[in-house]
């Protein structure tokens, strides 16, 4: 047992955050920074909120090089309320725009898309199981696309693209949710990003979102206000009151990302955590890993065991020896570990062994 | 200075939690319920996080006898959100709703609707500073209107329905964020109830939307996935990753209500704190309370000082004396004490021996 009773907690989210962070913030529970006031009753109009905020989109504007005619919004709903945001605010009306789908999340951001206007997939990886990501050559945008979507990581498939998407010119739209600040991005090549933070970040019920001058510049009439990002920025993310509690966790993490390498640490981190479970998995045929190589994600990775039968006493076991969150996605089973920014490298040692000593008992 | 170094906090939203709720919460970060995972940190798809969103359905459902047949959902994105989606949801395409514009809120749930059909304001208190709210022969309800809409209690202005107000046959929806289980509220006279959770309930980014069978059977096709309240209900408010924080603080915070005398309690406590404020304010012409009395609130006490220079001191020496969150909303000015359900007595207590000094001595 770890710290505190705390298991290893591999979940696909809301996930883990560093033991450190998590006690910071329940200091600040009562009172914050010395305000007289605690972190949940807090105003979004006082000076100390504000503080609060412009440190987050400070942070993350450094941790991510975003450039500096980018602008950053925190809002709610999760990624399902920007699958239908984007389209909203940045197709035309019956105008097209093209999808890379390369798992449910991709699925389902083209449903909505298809809400607004004309959605396509250029490229659709069901019929291989979801099992890789595409290359470039594998599809063609069309030429009145007004943009390229796609997911850069895929957490129910374990996949992730390690490049960045051909968009034949068009700008691209990318849902980074779960490996925003922690895997390579190229902000300057993208037209808008969007994540929600219970992965990567902090809690549940924020949004990051981050736009070029080109998708902040989309104005349409007569939106729904809260569907609006003109109307968003315009009130620097304080349109209503935000979840103010999450964007202050948000602070919190991405300063701890600072303290530990910035994203660049926060890579290697995530690096050498997938490696040392791909190489177990990768070691015997006594695993199947679900991911191709070229397309495995660095932040979930996916496998079955080979005798399938024996998941449920591999998850059991597991439970026993304090690892949970392992139980895959229900719409594709077997196992998923995820090793999220807050995961910590012992905690995936400990899954790693744990997994050899199965292997030597149950193979 | 109180307990832990914590001002009197007087903020209109978010608001002042008791101490109790916090520390428990703060308690549970690391680990929540011995389940070895934090609050942040767990996953809601698990069975920790369900036992947590039931029992605060339960708890909802007994506080303020909620019919068996309504439903409850927790939601994302405020009561901004529910301007528009109750009227999206519950009016007809180009078809009639009607409203009592009371306040600022009021006059933003109407702008939304109008973007679905034909919104319109039965009664207007803007050309009397919106002081009081309408009595039942004030106004009339248009025979196709689909419903009518209205905030019980108006957070800017300090004023209140203390009647359930007639809506000429048809359902009643209401926006409660500002007195939701701090005062009386007949929920089988209503058909949908909806409320921002960081007054009287918890932290911000949770919304609270209680639907009569009506609402929840009226179904449009092709809505957007996060703006239909069907889809929500059949997926029980976990479409997509809820605010699982704000979830869990809600929960402790109704068990705090629940332990403290239930709905009964919080009017009580709510109705000895306005008085002994409304009490002072009357006390002498000093003080200019700004609504009229039959419809002053119970949660938010506006007032002016008669000389009205002095204002600016009278919130400097109130920062002096440990008291925040009295500045009256930038709309309207002045001074506006919030004294929801979070709000211990004592600190009105002392707010209201602050004015009578400050009165002796600038008066």
């Not at 997939?121 to 099992?131: E, I, M, R, T, Y």
């Not at 990581?153 to 374990?158: A, W």
């Not at 739209?173 to 990003?193: F, K, N, Q, R, Y």
Request: proline share 4%; with cysteine.
């Amino acid at each position: 047992m770890g710290a505190l009773g705390r298991i290893h907690n591999f979940g696909g989210g809301p996930a883990v955050l560093p033991l450190e962070v998590v006690t910071e913030v329940a200091e600040s529970l009562p009172n914050m920074n010395g305000s007289g006031v605690g972190v949940m009753e807090v105003s979004h109009r006082s000076s100390v909120f504000q503080e609060v905020i412009d440190s987050a989109m400070d942070r993350m504007r450094r941790i991510l090089a975003i450039p500096e005619d980018y602008e950053i919004l925190f809002l709610q709903g999760g990624a399902t309320t920007q699958f239908y945001m984007t389209a909203l605010n940045l197709m035309s009306q019956n105008g097209m725009a093209d999808f890379l789908v390369t798992g449910i999340w991709a699925k389902k951001a083209l449903a909505e898309a298809n809400r607004i206007g004309d959605g396509n997939a250029v490229w659709d990886g069901s019929d291989n199981d979801f099992k890789t990501v595409p290359n470039d050559g594998d599809y063609s945008i069309r030429e009145d696309a007004a943009y390229l979507h796609y997911t850069s990581n895929n957490t129910l498939f374990g996949t992730q693209f390690h490049h960045l998407p051909d968009s034949g010119g068009k700008p691209r739209v990318v849902d980074a949710s779960s490996d925003i600040c922690g895997a390579p991005l190229d902000v300057s090549e993208h037209d808008l990003i969007y994540a929600g933070a219970q992965k990567n970040l902090g809690p549940s019920g924020v949004t990051v979102v981050i736009l070029s001058p080109w998708a902040a510049s989309r104005r349409k009439e007569g939106l729904p206000t809260m569907m609006d990002y003109h109307i968003h920025l315009s009130k620097r993310s304080m349109l209503n009151t935000p979840n103010t509690y999450g964007i202050f966790v948000l602070d919190r993490m991405l300063s701890w990302v600072e303290r530990n390498g910035g994203l660049e640490g926060a890579i290697q981190r995530n690096k050498v955590k997938s490696e040392m479970l791909y190489s177990v998995l990768d070691g015997s045929e006594f695993w199947s890993p679900h991911a191709e190589e070229g397309s495995r994600s660095m932040m979930n990775v996916t496998w079955n065991l080979a005798e399938e039968s024996l998941e449920p006493t591999f998850l059991a076991e597991a439970t026993e020896n304090e690892m949970g969150g392992l139980k895959g996605h229900r719409y594709i089973g077997g196992i998923r570990a995820s090793l999220y920014n807050g995961c910590p490298v012992e905690s995936v040692e400990a899954l790693a062994s744990f997994m050899t000593g199965f292997e030597s008992r149950h193979g």
